[in-house]
């Protein structure tokens, strides 16, 4: 069963308006393949699609001349058309040739995927400046989710203006604890059954996860890669301190930290930085942590207790929060975060040249609303008449500040 992810399928297509490559990059099992194989084809004179993997296939790419010959009999003797390269990260030397087939066949447009940005990302943006569109696609939105799981459902969170009204809400309310618990990842949320969703997010962590960063971390520190990775999935929404995480993991401090860089290249975690207006104020410069998917997180962390029986509800809920914002955010914009020595502190600061949001999380039910200080002051300081509370289930407008329910935090920014 596959469902369209529209806003991907119409970035693609936006792209090649303009350009002659696209190339998804993102984490294993987030649904690349499936955008690649929904791309509507029609516009094009021929397509075909390869898959990186296959190891004869890799050798086609080996030589300019023998794609060439490959592209005439396979797609049209102009070669002309869409070339779908699924895994491109498994072929050496592939952006070279792409470079090559793109300067040469100029009605040829190319979509690929990857994995990984350790592998493609660099060498293609090098070589191809100005001629490749980089698209980033993460794990299920809670609106695609929705979508994947229930079509009424969906519609339901689409429409919906008061989500504290719980004959409307409940049903979307209960989607939204799964959700929170077993991620996005499209394999999970087509699972129904709790343990088949866990022994999923286990198969998909051991097998791709792992064996994919296997070549790597060096075999001496793979205890500590895995002590590591427990670490982070512990501090979610908190400062990471790379001497604690070398001395708790037993990875040397270098290692740790690139480690760590590793797992962000591999869309295990984004790092968020602090947003700096006074020096003098702000607490240094370490970055907080969150999962690209709460599934994998919730995996690693070894918990799937329902979101009223544990004491991370907040840091989930600050995390997704984080996701929905990263998703929704201008191309111009940059997410941060604020937090100073007196301890003023705000969860996110969206800024960029057009608009800048302040977003304060809180896994409460509100049944009146109430004042942040700190949301307050820094947006008073910073000029930002955008200001939100992310929270269970409220829709006010207090002072100037949107609560926003996390069912419709897609909202956050826009209209409620």
């Known amino acids: 069963m596959m469902i369209e992810r529209k806003q991907y399928l119409e970035r693609v297509e936006n792209a ?24 509507p084809k029609e516009q094009f004179r021929n397509t075909l699609f390869l898959n990186g993997q296959d190891a004869e296939t890799a050798t086609y790419f080996e030589k300019l001349s023998t794609i060439e010959e490959y592209l005439r009999i396979y797609l049209n003797n102009e070669i002309e058309g869409l070339l779908l390269i699924d895994e491109s990260q498994f072929i050496n030397g592939i952006s070279t040739i792409i470079k090559l087939l793109t300067d040469k066949y100029d009605k040829l447009k190319i979509l690929c995927s990857g994995s990984s940005s350790l592998n493609i990302l660099q060498n293609i943006e090098e070589s191809m400046a100005g001629r490749v569109r980089i698209i980033e696609v993460l794990p299920l939105s809670f609106s695609e989710y929705l979508l994947f799981k ?9 429409d919906i203006v008061q989500a504290d009204d719980p004959s409307l809400a409940a049903p979307l309310q209960q989607a939204y604890q799964s959700y929170l618990i077993y991620g996005g990842l499209p394999r999970t949320a087509l699972t129904e059954n ?16 792992l064996n994919d ?23 979610i929404g908190n400062l990471i301190n790379i ?6 993991s037993g990875l040397p401090y270098n290692d740790c930290e690139a480690y760590i860089h590793l797992l962000q290249q591999m869309y295990i975690i984004k790092l968020v930085e602090p947003f700096f207006t006074n020096k003098r104020k702000v ?31 907040g840091a989930i809920f600050e995390n997704e929060i984080f996701l929905e914002l990263y998703r929704n955010r201008r191309a111009s914009e940059t997410i941060y975060f604020y937090r100073t020595t007196n301890g003023t502190e705000v969860d996110f600061v969206v ?15 509100f049944s009146k609303p109430v ?45 409620v």
């Open 371 to 415: 004042s942040i200080a700190a949301l307050n002051s820094f947006s008073n300081e910073e000029d930002i008449d955008q200001r939100f509370i992310a929270n269970i289930n409220a829709t006010f407008h207090h002072n100037g500040v949107q609560f926003v329910p996390g069912i419709l935090a897609n909202r956050i920014g826009f209209a």
């Open 150 to 158: 229930d079509k009424k459902l969906y519609e339901l969170q689409r």
């Open 213 to 235: 960063v296997r070549q790597y971390v060096a075999n001496a520190h793979f205890v500590g890669f895995n002590r590591l990775l427990r670490l982070l999935s512990t501090q």
């Open 283 to 313: 607490i240094g410069k370490m970055k907080k942590v969150y999962f690209c998917d709460l599934g994998l997180r919730n995996i690693i962390y070894n918990s799937f207790n329902e979101m009223a029986f544990r004491t991370d509800s």
């Open 16 to 39: 090649f308006r303009l350009l002659p490559v696209v190339v998804l990059i993102g984490a294993r099992q987030v649904g690349k393949t499936s955008i690649m194989k929904m791309f």
């Open 243 to 248: 001497n604690e995480l070398s001395r708790e």
């Open 194 to 209: 709790t343990q088949e969703k866990a022994e999923l997010l286990n198969d998909i962590f051991q097998t791709y996860l």
């Open 351 to 365: 800024d960029g040249p057009l608009r800048k949001l302040s977003v304060e999380c809180k896994y409460k039910t």
